[in-house]
Structures are given as structure tokens and as C-alpha cells.
């Protein structure tokens, strides 16, 4: 009785081991750009910000300026913000109730819907940049889904124009980083 107990133990021993092995190669450290209470409200706030997207150089501060996509959370309330900077002037307005689409890996669209009017602003230097500022407020359904399947594409319309983004590596980043906002 004892040896066959020994025996199962021995045979379970690397399983477990990989088990184990596993679950801390998934367990997730997560850090943010913003970790703090608010000083008034009392509220937890937290945000962290990645690269998202085509990135250009700024002459004017010689550094990389871009896409980037921002999770954020305060209190019970959560938010997705988007700084998109293209290459051109665009007039567009992003209109309060205008729809934004991320594409997951697993067929899935999250929408997001602007919650007030957009207007672009100019960067300019060697070319003419046009700058939007983006934040949708969000729900736990949408971040859950998120932190499940990597992101794959970026859609808004606007106006006459389309911005878009395939997202490529930075989907599995994104999937990452909304795991630590559900």
C-alpha cells in the first residue's frame, strides 16, 4: 500500500513541479505609470500608458512622439485614452456618441464611445502633424475581454476619414496590461 502511494507521488512529482512552474511563469507583476490616492476623493487612480502605434520623430524636442494607448482607473470607474499623431492636417472632429472599434484575436470588437467632442490640434516642424486626444469611459466587461485575447486592429471614423492601426506585437502588451485593470 505504501509503495503504490510512493509510486503515485513519484509519477505526480513532475507534474506538479510544471504545474507550479506554470502558474508562476503566468502570475503577472503588475506595475503602472500612476499608483497613487487621490488626495481629495479619497479614490485609488492608476494608469499606465504603451506605444501603440506609427511613431514619428518631433524635430522640435528631438524625441519619438506617437500612438499611445493609456488604461486607466479611478475608483470604481475605468477609462481607455488614445493620443493618435499623423502626419497631415486633419479637420475632423471626433463627435460625442462616435464609435471607436478594437479587433481582438479572437474575433471579438470592443466598442468604445466618445463621450464629448474631440477637436484636433497641430504639431508643427519639418511637416504638419495632426494631434487627437481620445478617452472613452469604459466598463469591467470591456477591460475583461481585453485582458483575454491580444488586440489586433484600432478603427475610428471620422468625418470623411478613417484612423486605423494594426496593432501587431503591442496586442499581447495591451492584453498584459488590461489584465491589471479588471
Known amino acids: 500500500m505504501i509503495t503504490s502511494f510512493k509510486k503515485t507521488i513519484q509519477a505526480l512529482l513532475p507534474l506538479l513541479i510544471l504545474t507550479a512552474a ?6 503577472q507583476k503588475c506595475r503602472y505609470d500612476v499608483d497613487k490616492t487621490d488626495a481629495f476623493s479619497k479614490e485609488q487612480l492608476r494608469s499606465t500608458t504603451l506605444k501603440i502605434g506609427p511613431q514619428t520623430i518631433d524635430t522640435r524636442k528631438n524625441r519619438e512622439v506617437g500612438w499611445t494607448m493609456t488604461f486607466e482607473q479611478k475608483g470604481g470607474n475605468r477609462f481607455i485614452a488614445f493620443k493618435v499623431i499623423m502626419l497631415g492636417k486633419r479637420d475632423d472632429v471626433v463627435q460625442q456618441g462616435q464609435q471607436a ?6 474575433d471579438k470588437i470592443i466598442i468604445l464611445t466618445a463621450e464629448t467632442d474631440v477637436l484636433p490640434s497641430y504639431m508643427t516642424g519639418l511637416a504638419v502633424y495632426t494631434h487627437y486626444d481620445l478617452r472613452f469611459k469604459t466598463d469591467a466587461a470591456a477591460i475583461t475581454a481585453l485582458s483575454e485575447s491580444p488586440a489586433t486592429d484600432f478603427k475610428l471614423e471620422t468625418g470623411s476619414r478613417e484612423i486605423a492601426a494594426e496593432l501587431g506585437k503591442k496586442g499581447e502588451k495591451i492584453m498584459e496590461t488590461a489584465a491589471c485593470f479588471r
Not at 506554470?22 to 502570475?27: G, V
Open 101 to 106: 472599434y478594437l479587433r481582438l484575436a479572437n
Open 22 to 27: 506554470t502558474t508562476a511563469t503566468m502570475a
